[in-house]
C-alpha cells in the first residue's frame, strides 16, 4: 500500500497532518543503526582530518572566512547528495554536516570577538535562528537551539538571581512550549521542542545544584492545580481517569517539580507514540528522583517513605485502572 491509498483512508480534516507525518517517515534511512553510527564515526574522522590540515595551512585568523568555506562545502555536500540513500549517500551527507556545524562554530567565535564572552547567548541565538531555516539537520537544528536555549536561561537566572520558584516557573514554561510542539505535530519543530524540553532539564539541574532543596517551592502548588483543573475539564465523567487527576496531583505535592513534568513527558510521549520523547521522559524521572532523594534533609527512613509512598500510589492507580 502507498501512501496515496493509505491517505485516502484518512479523515479529511486530519489527511493534512498524515501526509506530513509520512513524509517525516520517508526521511529515515533504511540503513541500520549501526552502519549509520560506524558512518558518522567515519566522517566526524575525516572531518576532523581536513580541519586539522587545514589550519595547518592557514592563519586561524580571521574566522568567519573560514566559517564561510567551511559552511559552503558542507551545504554543497548536502544538496548534492539529500536524494542518495545508499552508505556513500549518508557518509557524505553526514560529512557535510559536520563541516557546516564547524563553520557554525567558527561564525560563532567570530561574534564572541565582536560581541565579548558575556554575550555568548546572543551569538547562539543568532546562529541557531540563522541556521534553522537553512539547514534540514536535525542534529545541528538541535544542537544550536539546545546551546541557545541553555546559555539564555543561564543568563536569565544568573543576572536575575532567581529563586527555586522562579526557576520553576521557566521549566514549566519550556516544557509546556516544547509539548505544544508536539501535541500539533509540527514536525518541522521537533528539534526546537527536544532543545526546550533539554532546557527545562537544564533548569532543573541548575535548580537542583544551587538551591537546597530542590523540591517543595510553589511551582509544586501551581503542577497540582493545573492537572487538577485541566484533566478534569477533559475528562469529567471518567472515573478512572478522575483518578489518575488525583494521583497526579499528589505526585506534584510529593515530589520535585522535575519529577512530575518527567512523569507528563512520559504520559504524552506514550499517548502520542513519540518513543523518544517517552524514553527521554524516563531518564529525566529517574534523574529527577535521585536528585530528590539526595535532597531531602531528613533521615533515610523518611526518604525511603517519600519514594515508595508515590511508587505504591501509582502502582493501585496503575491495577485500579486496568480493571
Not at 572566512?65 to 556513500?88: E, I, N, P, R, S
Not at 506514550?270 to 528522583?289: K, S
Request: net charge positive.
Amino acid at each position: 500500500m502507498n501512501n496515496e491509498q493509505i491517505l485516502q483512508q484518512v479523515e479529511p480534516a486530519l489527511r493534512q497532518q498524515a501526509k506530513a507525518f509520512l513524509l517525516e517517515q520517508q526521511k529515515t534511512s533504511p540503513l541500520s543503526f549501526l552502519l549509520k553510527a560506524l558512518l558518522f564515526v567515519g566522517a566526524l574522522c575525516g572531518a576532523g582530518l581536513l580541519v586539522s590540515g587545514f589550519f595547518s595551512l592557514f592563519s586561524a585568523r580571521h574566522f568567519w572566512v573560514q566559517g564561510v568555506l567551511f559552511t559552503g562545502a558542507g551545504w554543497f555536500f548536502l544538496y548534492k547528495w539529500q536524494a542518495d540513500q545508499t552508505a556513500l549517500g549518508l557518509f557524505l551527507r553526514q560529512l557535510g554536516g559536520l563541516f557546516v556545524l564547524g563553520g557554525q562554530i567558527l561564525f560563532m567565535s567570530e561574534l564572541d570577538t565582536w560581541l565579548g564572552y558575556q554575550y555568548w547567548w546572543l551569538a547562539a541565538l543568532i546562529i541557531a535562528a540563522v541556521s534553522y531555516p537553512l539547514f534540514r539537520s536535525s542534529f545541528n537544528r538541535f544542537f544550536w537551539c539546545a546551546l541557545a536555549v541553555s546559555l539564555c536561561c543561564d543568563k536569565l537566572i544568573d543576572d536575575l538571581s532567581l529563586g527555586a520558584t522562579a526557576c520553576g516557573l521557566i521549566g514549566l514554561v519550556l516544557f509546556a512550549a516544547g509539548a505544544w510542539i508536539f501535541i500539533k505535530r509540527r514536525f518541522t519543530f521537533y528539534p526546537l521542542a527536544y532543545a526546550l524540553l533539554w532546557g527545562c532539564a537544564w533548569v532543573g539541574g541548575v535548580d537542583a545544584f544551587s538551591h537546597a532543596p530542590a523540591c517543595f517551592n510553589g511551582v509544586n502548588w501551581l503542577l497540582a492545580v493545573l492537572a487538577g483543573v485541566y484533566l478534569y475539564k477533559a475528562l469529567a465523567g471518567h472515573k478512572k481517569r478522575g483518578l489518575g487527576v488525583a494521583v497526579g496531583a499528589v505526585c506534584a505535592l510529593v515530589l520535585n517539580w522535575p519529577s512530575v513534568l518527567a512523569l507528563a513527558g512520559m504520559y504524552l510521549g506514550r499517548r502520542l507514540r513519540e518513543n523518544v520523547l517517552e524514553w527521554l521522559a524516563l531518564a529525566g524521572l529517574v534523574c529527577g528522583l535521585v536528585v530528590f532523594y539526595f535532597s531531602l534533609n531528613i533521615s533515610l527512613t523518611y526518604k525511603s517513605l517519600f519514594l515508595i509512598g508515590p511508587g505504591v500510589l501509582m502502582l493501585w492507580a496503575r491495577s485500579a485502572y486496568a480493571k
